[in-house]
């Protein structure tokens, strides 16, 4: 969301959201270089490389692995999550789509034909799956409060809004394949300015660092530099940090799928769009960084929940036939992940304000998931759904889960199967956008040098600054969802306040970050 110097020293439009990011971060406006463009398309994966035995020459930042290591085991690893998400267990996900959207009435609905998707009648699906039978199943007995609300709920544990199965249709994902849609303009852009914004922690960051006993963190060694707290990253917290990058990979990881099966408008067919990559990712190379970042932290996901995932039921004919073929390709995948997933989730949430922190974390991602319901397109919808749903897995598989809770032989039902299907589909999609950005240097490899330079010259053109939207619209936006808040929970409207009092005695001085995230259409 880009503010204007009105709405900067007003501070009622950032509500502390203006301040996620530097202007030349990930998502900033700045003119492109001709250079990132060059440094991600002529890159040469490397193969054969294990983060515990090489010298990492590219470290990926606050991970305990390097870019070389993620590149050498994607080949098998998106082969075994391809073959994967083919089979039953993984390919049929119930979910209803046509829940309110709770944050505006308007939900910008697409006409496209594009945006279509056509549910299973519910005898497709093995019995054992279906929402009569899993509605049997609680998974959060003995783990923590369940609250509902109308069509889903959330336990204390979660990072997202889980569907109760009583309502929805079942689909099968590999019918609908995640690509162009025709959803994007200013529907898109209010969708993903809502999901950026959620990137605001009521808890000062600064106080967290500085404050008495800021953070009774000691970092292991290998840890210590890759944790590091850069002064230019202006104190901000390594959580919130971890929060941005796994918005922002998410982000660029559905424009990449968007780019690599785009409609011709003129021939009718679907294919890679090299263009459309250069704009979106390839001339902002923090964009690629933070795919392989998420990938990295799902693959940790994967090792630590490797013994459950192991002893889960996937069998749909009664045979075990196809739970053989599944157990054998999970396997595959997460001897994968134990490899590369290298992610110490410890050095997080931890010191006197951590509950604070991580409550707060929580809440923002449970309201990106909510922010799914929002979006006019179906097909956007069912894997925005997926998507969050898998990497809020991740999340508390990692942040929320003792070995104790995930041993699969004393509490074999702490997650849903949808989490279980969320959470791989998720890494197929992370491995598969690694996977089209090597056909995209394929494509840029076989161009001339002239072409390669236009193509460059018109992502510059394309990124230059557009108007600012006018302050009033702005304010009556962000001042919407201010009540929202304070409607909602007392507590954190308490704190919204408080970090705007805090803000504005700021308000005055340059912060350095004028313009927050903007991010491309979907």
């Not at 959803?183 to 960051?205: Q, T």
């Not at 009774?216 to 290998?222: G, N, R």
């Not at 099966?261 to 890679?272: A, D, K, S, V």
Request: glycine residues 6%; negative net charge; contains cysteine.
């Amino acid at each position: 969301m880009r503010t204007s110097p009105l709405c900067r020293a007003a501070l009622i439009l950032q509500l502390c959201w203006s301040s996620a990011v530097h202007a030349d971060s990930f998502l900033g406006d700045a003119l492109l270089r001709k250079n990132p463009v060059h440094n991600v398309l002529d890159h040469q994966p490397a193969k054969n490389v294990d983060c515990k035995n090489s010298n990492p020459t590219g470290p990926i930042e606050m991970t305990m692995c390097d870019y070389e290591t993620v590149e050498s085991v994607n080949d098998m690893l998106y082969h075994n999550l391809h073959e994967l998400v083919q089979l039953p267990f993984f390919k049929y996900f119930q979910v209803d789509l046509y829940r309110e959207c709770p944050f505006w009435a308007d939900d910008g609905s697409c006409n496209d034909p594009g945006c279509a998707i056509t549910s299973v009648d519910e005898s497709e699906i093995p019995e054992k799956w279906r929402a009569s039978a899993l509605s049997k199943v609680n998974p959060s007995a003995g783990i923590d409060d369940k609250h509902e609300l109308p069509g889903c709920y959330y336990r204390d544990s979660d990072f997202c809004f889980l569907d109760d199965n009583t309502e929805g249709d079942y689909y099968d994902l590999t019918l609908i394949p995640e690509r162009y849609t025709g959803f994007s303009g200013p529907d898109a852009a209010r969708l993903w300015r809502s999901i950026y914004e959620e990137n605001c922690f009521g808890v000062s960051e600064v106080s967290l660092l500085t404050g008495p006993n800021p953070g009774l963190v000691s970092l292991p060694d290998t840890m210590s530099e890759a944790f590091r707290l850069d002064s230019d990253e202006g104190g901000q917290c390594l959580e919130k940090r971890v929060y941005y990058k796994v918005i922002s990979g998410l982000h660029a990881s559905i424009s990449t799928h968007i780019c690599h099966e785009y409609l011709n408008q003129t021939t009718g067919e679907w294919g890679p769009n090299l263009p459309c990559f250069i704009n979106r990712v390839a001339s902002h190379p923090e964009r690629l960084q933070y795919i392989y970042f998420n990938t990295v932290l799902l693959l940790r996901a994967m090792a630590r929940i490797g013994p459950y995932l192991s002893a889960f039921d996937y069998c749909s004919t009664g045979s075990h036939e196809d739970d053989a073929e599944t157990l054998a390709r999970l396997a595959n995948v997460i001897n994968i992940a134990r490899t590369a997933g290298r992610f110490d989730e410890t050095v997080l949430f931890r010191g006197e304000n951590a509950n604070v922190l991580k409550e707060e974390f929580k809440v923002h991602f449970r309201n990106v998931t909510r922010i799914m319901d929002c979006v006019g397109c179906d097909k956007c919808r069912l894997w925005g759904k997926i998507q969050t749903m898998g990497v809020a897995t991740a999340l508390k598989i990692l942040f929320e889960m003792d070995e104790k809770v995930l041993n699969p032989s004393t509490n074999h039902n702490f997650l849903q199967r949808s989490e279980v299907v969320a959470l791989v589909n998720t890494l197929h999609r992370f491995s598969e956008s690694l996977e089209a950005v090597e056909g995209f240097r394929h494509m840029w490899k076989a161009m001339s040098a002239a072409d390669g330079e236009k193509l460059i010259s018109e992502a510059e053109r394309a990124s230059r600054p557009r108007p600012s939207p006018v302050a009033g619209q702005e304010e009556k936006h962000l001042l919407a969802r201010w009540l929202r808040v304070c409607k909602e929970s007392t507590l954190s409207c308490v704190r919204v306040v408080m970090g705007m009092v805090e803000a504005l005695a700021s308000a005055f001085g340059p912060s350095g970050k004028e313009r927050g995230p903007g991010g491309p259409e979907l």
